[in-house]
């Protein structure tokens, strides 16, 4: 009997765990930004994901996007209280200090997603990648929210 409850309660977890994992992902396809963005600070810019493939079953569909530096969340929200299913929030680009550690990413079921490579400018100059100008701040991500 014991044997039983306890293979009861292990494929109860994965299969939660299954489920969750799927949740997870099915939102996070990053689409916009692609590595290269230029945004400017006070901007209106997109962050867009695929969620085209989200199953039916979602129950927290509630997002929000963060910025991060130097792989610390910064007291600064992009975007919150949006519908993840809608594939798309538009944010205001926030005026920060220069640097070139800056991740944008979507907090969802508490797991922060990185997303693309963003250049984003304080001053409205445009610098290269890789460029001395120290008007740049690069936001480097994985690829996926």
């Excluded at 901007?43 to 867009?48: D, I, L, N, R, S």
């Excluded at 079953?57 to 519908?83: E, S, Y």
């Excluded at 920060?96 to 693309?116: A, H, K, L, S």
Aim: some cysteine; overall charge negative.
């Amino acid at each position: 009997m014991k044997f039983n409850a306890l293979a009861a309660l292990f494929l109860t977890t994965a299969l939660v765990g299954a489920i969750a994992s799927h949740l997870d992902r099915a939102t996070r396809d990053v689409l916009l930004p692609t590595t290269g963005t230029v945004w400017t600070v006070g901007a209106q810019e997109m962050v867009t994901w695929d969620a085209s493939d989200a199953p039916g079953n979602i129950t927290n569909k509630i997002g929000r996007v963060l910025l991060r530096k130097a792989g610390m969340t910064l007291p600064v929200i992009l975007a919150d209280n949006f519908d993840i299913l809608q594939g798309s929030v538009q944010i205001t680009v926030p005026g920060v200090e220069d640097g070139n550690d800056y991740q944008v990413n979507r907090d969802i079921m508490f797991r922060p997603m990185e997303v693309g490579e963003v250049i984003v400018y304080s001053r409205g100059q445009r610098a290269e990648l890789g460029s001395t100008d120290t008007t740049a701040s690069t936001c480097r991500g994985r690829g996926q929210i």
